[in-house]
Nanobody
Framework: QVQLVESGGGMVQPGGSLRLSCVAS????????VAWFRRAPGKELEFVSA???????YYADSVKGRVTISRENAKNTVYLQMDSLNSEDTAVYYC???????????????????WGQGTQVTVSS
């Protein structure tokens, strides 16, 4: 049974940092592309970042320069380091994984098969 479990969310002040983790089980993690998406209140699901099995990384323009995605295959874990957070980053953050994502679809939520339950990030003073 495949599971993705996110952690690391919480409340932080504007300008602060958080590191989210996504731990996978039940799959050969090193072969998967893993992405982070987020859903802000009243908004649609939005791509944040992705990392392919090769280690190549991709970012949404809205977070580029403030967010770093990385993976540690030995721990079946992908991290999302988020810095200089602002109120627009408030959302539920989800990790997703798929083995067969093509590059042109890497930002498309519907192309990912496995999903975690999400972790809440709230940026507020």
């Amino acid at each position: 049974q495949v599971q993705l479990v996110e952690s690391g969310g919480g409340m932080v002040q504007p300008g602060g940092s958080l590191r989210l983790s996504c731990v996978a089980s039940g799959l050969t993690f090193s072969r998967y592309t893993v992405a982070w998406f987020r859903r802000a209140p009243g908004k649609e699901l939005e791509f944040v970042s992705a990392i392919r099995y090769s280690g190549h990384t991709y970012y949404a323009d809205s977070v580029k320069g403030r967010v770093t995605i990385s993976r540690e295959n030995a721990k079946n874990t992908v991290y999302l380091q988020m810095d200089s957070l602002n109120s627009e980053d408030t959302a539920v953050y989800y990790c997703a994984a798929d083995q067969s994502i093509i590059l042109s679809s890497i930002r498309t939520a519907e192309q990912y098969y496995y999903w975690g339950q999400g972790t809440q990030v709230t940026v507020s003073s």
